[in-house]
């Protein structure tokens, strides 16, 4: 699974998705959908109705292209949501990434998305069902690039298949601030057909300037409070780089004052500390990553190390959705919600 907290590109050995058995019956279902739509030297994004051209240059500064505008589009759970939200409910016929719970319920990561109504090609990390993918003859696959060409959660392994089915859109979610990305997906989505003026659409981008506005007052008024954005796993305790993830990013330049871990990873995305380390850094404020493959405030109060921090003795913690959902509509509670901790947050000493 990736890295708690935050994405990067180092990631563990992932299952092998094909038998032999299972890599024939995948030939045939290549053989039979044929290649998708290619990518080319950089142009101008355009789309299309039904029967017209479509083209999108993607983050990697690929033109990807289409004989018609897609209409069965896959993607990242969390990129399908943002889809949603942009008005393209109809078009997502299926999904990868964490989506459904184990009690059956929607992951927190499918937003507004109905989750009974698609396909889900992979529930986790390094899961992707390539047959499965196949037989929803896909026309385009979306997801986020947190690293240059890194697909996420497409497997590296089988990345090749899986783009010779369908062309693939990659949307930069990373070292740029928050409205980045959702303008992309904004973009992309109109491109498709969405149509950014509908009501659902501009209510959604004025809550989330309204709440941008909210949070920088907040920040102001809060004088230095400092804030830690974190995950806890049961070995270590993960300090995240707020230079790189794009929410954090956006969340400082509204005048949030956050840790700034000095051991970073290779990648520059956060600080590991063994347990017995956690209390490394002061903070009055925490942003608890609340992602299913984190453990939970109910998880960590057996931790000593956890409970002895200032901010969870003061009951200054908030959830951080640490894969953001980019949309305004997706977008805008994470800021009210953090205006909303800080507000309600006191400095500790």
Known sequence: MPNPGFPTPGRPTRRTLLTAAGAVGLGAALAACGSGG?????????????????????????????????????????????LHDFGLADRIVGVFGET?????????????????????????????????????RPDLLVTHMYDPDALWYVPDESKDKILALAPGVAVTTARVPLPEPI?????????????????????????????????RQAAKAAGGL?????????????????????????????GVDFVVPDALDPQGY???????????????????????TALQPADLAAKPAWSALPAV???????????????????????EGLAKAVQGAKKLG
């Open 38 to 82: 290619g990518s080319g030297k950089k142009g101008t994004d355009g789309g299309g109705a039904d029967g017209r051209a479509w083209s999108f240059t993607d983050d990697r500064g690929r033109a990807v292209t289409a004989k018609n505008t897609p209409r069965r589009i896959v993607a990242f759970t969390g990129t399908a949501a943002a």
């Open 100 to 136: 459904r719970r184990a009690d059956g319920k929607a992951d927190p990561a499918a937003g507004d998305l109905d989750i009974d109504k698609v396909t889900i090609v992979g529930n986790a990390w390094g899961e992707f069902g390539i047959e499965k993918y196949a037989a929803l």
């Open 183 to 215: 303008k992309r997906y904004a973009a992309l989505a109109e491109s498709l057909g969405a149509d950014l003026g509908a009501k659902r659409v501009t209510e959604a981008k004025a809550r989330f300037e309204a709440a941008a506005e909210t949070l």
């Open 226 to 254: 400092k804030v830690m954005a974190a995950s806890g796993s049961a070995d270590l305790f993960y300090v995240t780089n707020p230079a790189v993830s794009t929410d954090l990013m956006y969340f400082r330049e509204l």
């Open 270 to 292: 956060f600080e590991s500390l063994s347990w017995e380390n956690a209390g490394k850094y002061r903070a009055d404020l925490i942003l608890l990553d609340n992602r299913s």
């Open 313 to 335: 003795k003061a009951g200054q913690v908030t959830p951080w959705d640490a894969v953001p959902r980019f949309s305004w509509l997706g977008a805008a509670p994470l800021l």
